[in-house]
Nanobody, 123 residues
Framework: QVRLVESGGGLVQAGGSLRLSCAAS????????MGWFRQAPGKEREFVAA????????YYTDSVKGRFTISRDNAKNTVWLQMNSLKPEDTALYYC????????????????WGQGTQVTVSS
């Protein structure tokens, strides 16, 4: 079983930055492809970004391209989401996801999920 723990959320003004972290345990981290999703109130959970186990493949949803950066350190069992130029529409509960398939971590079919960390962007 894989355990994922997110941190780094908070309240920030529009234009500001936050860095989310997700620490993984329970399985060799370099066997996991990792993703970030978000869910705003009343909306479905949506894909934000994904990174393959080696870091060689990275994907973003169009609305965050150029503003968000996903990265990982396999020695630290951690994946990060650096979020810059935040907008009020980025407000959501952000979830970390993991699977052994990069395709899976780009969809809500990922097997493993964290509990989420709240990001609130004020205008």
């Amino acid at each position: 079983q894989v355990r994922l723990v997110e941190s780094g959320g908070g309240l920030v003004q529009a234009g500001g930055s936050l860095r989310l972290s997700c620490a993984a345990s329970g399985r060799p981290f370099n066997s996991l492809d990792m993703g970030w999703f978000r869910q705003a109130p009343g909306k479905e959970r949506e894909f934000v970004a994904a990174i393959s186990w080696s870091g060689g493949y990275i994907y973003y949803t169009d609305s965050v391209k150029g503003r968000f950066t996903i990265s990982r350190d396999n020695a630290k069992n951690t994946v990060w989401l650096q979020m810059n130029s935040l907008k009020p529409e980025d407000t959501a509960l952000y979830y970390c996801a993991a699977d052994t398939s990069i395709a899976a971590v780009r969809t809500t079919t990922s097997r493993y999920w964290g509990q989420g960390t709240q990001v609130t962007v004020s205008s």
